[in-house]
């Protein structure tokens, strides 16, 4: 297979080098064109990024010249990492001159022509791509915390009915970008306060498990509440949930079981950057820990342990994802290989 030119918007970025990271190698897309900020353009991408990643800058892109916003790009297909200060004008603007924008920014999350997928769930939802105007479309992935609830919550939805949801997360400092909380603030500390964050967690995974029905999305009816927290953790969200139902699931084991037997179309398809097992559950008491689990399955798979009675509700568990791979970089390339392996994007 020919493989498919690719851009990445906000290439300097921690979101932005971490597409570099994963898409280095990939059978299906090739990175052509890096774009970022006017003060990185005319740069070899090695002078412009200051590279935090644990492997080196692929030689492929390390002598790309990074180009600004306001130049013309040829490649069909545009990863987003743009802070959403930029994004959603950057992103429209694309769109309207032919680009498949697949974004990691919260702009069009909840426009209800963009569809915001997780493939496991809901890739019916990029029908919504038609009802755009413009000749190129926007398709995004959630906030990085609702990514892993979501993966968690949906099995379970779909057979016994989520109700009510309370979650408590322990988000890593990575997910604020670099450098993100500065040292004095978050070392030997938790801040109990991520800006907009409860509100994303709160409305998202209304829409990622809601059904599409005449072209528009309605929204699962179940509630969210959230309480998010920065700790000094550097990859890796942990979330403590209690769920309760609209039927009461027979035993914990049906719970378990529903967890570990999930698979979805990635599954199905086999695609690239899918995780053989979505949800994987682990059985010791003190797991999942992101020093140990975060890299399970690549990175992709949403870790969940402690599956045990709620007395408030039913159910309660810790779940935990990668937060800059699943949560970010990862669930957009995996979105990108859905859309061509469903032939929205022709290969």
């Given at each position: ?97 032919g680009h ?110 809601g059904k ?37 699931p027979s ?97």
């Amino acid at each position: 297979m020919k493989k498919i030119p690719v851009a990445i918007l906000g290439a300097t970025g921690a979101v932005g080098q971490k597409f570099v990271k994963l898409l280095e190698g990939h059978p299906w897309f090739e990175v052509r064109e890096l774009v970022a900020s006017t003060r990185s353009s005319g740069k070899t991408y090695r002078q412009a990024a200051q590279w935090k990643q644990n492997t080196p800058i692929p030689d492929s892109v390390a002598d790309l010249i990074v180009q600004d916003l306001d130049q013309d790009l040829q490649s069909p297909v545009l990863f987003s990492g743009l802070d959403s200060s930029v994004a959603g004008e950057a992103e429209s603007r694309y769109a309207q001159k032919g680009h498949w924008v697949i974004s990691n920014s919260k702009n069009h999350r909840m426009d209800a022509d963009v569809p915001l997928v997780i493939p496991e769930i809901n890739p019916d939802h990029f029908e919504l791509v038609h009802r755009q105007p413009t000749s190129g479309k926007i398709v995004t992935n959630s906030n990085c915390s609702t990514m892993f609830l979501a993966m968690a919550l949906y099995p379970l939805h779909r057979r016994w009915g989520v109700r009510r949801v309370m979650v408590t997360t322990l988000q890593a400092i990575s997910g604020a970008g670099y450098p993100g909380v500065p040292s004095w603030d978050i070392l030997g500390n938790v801040v109990p306060y991520i800006s907009d964050e409860e509100e994303k967690m709160q409305t998202e995974p209304q829409k990622i498990l809601g059904k599409l029905v005449n072209g528009q999305i309605e929204m699962a009816s179940f509630r969210v509440s959230a309480s998010c927290n920065r700790v000094p953790v550097i990859e890796g969200h942990t979330e403590s949930l209690s769920i309760e139902f609209d039927q009461k699931p027979s035993s914990l084991e049906d719970v378990v079981s529903a967890l570990q037997d999930f698979r979805g179309l990635p599954q199905e398809k086999k695609l690239p950057f899918a995780p053989m097992r979505p949800v994987v559950v682990l059985p010791e008491p003190d797991r999942p820990q992101p020093l140990r689990d975060v890299d399970n399955q690549g990175g992709m798979a949403c870790m969940v342990g402690r599956v045990r009675p709620c007395p408030l509700f039913d159910v309660k568990m810790t779940i935990l994802g990668h937060n800059t791979i699943r949560g970010a970089a990862g669930a957009a390339i995996l979105n990108a290989e859905a859309l061509v392996e469903l032939g929205y994007v022709k290969r």
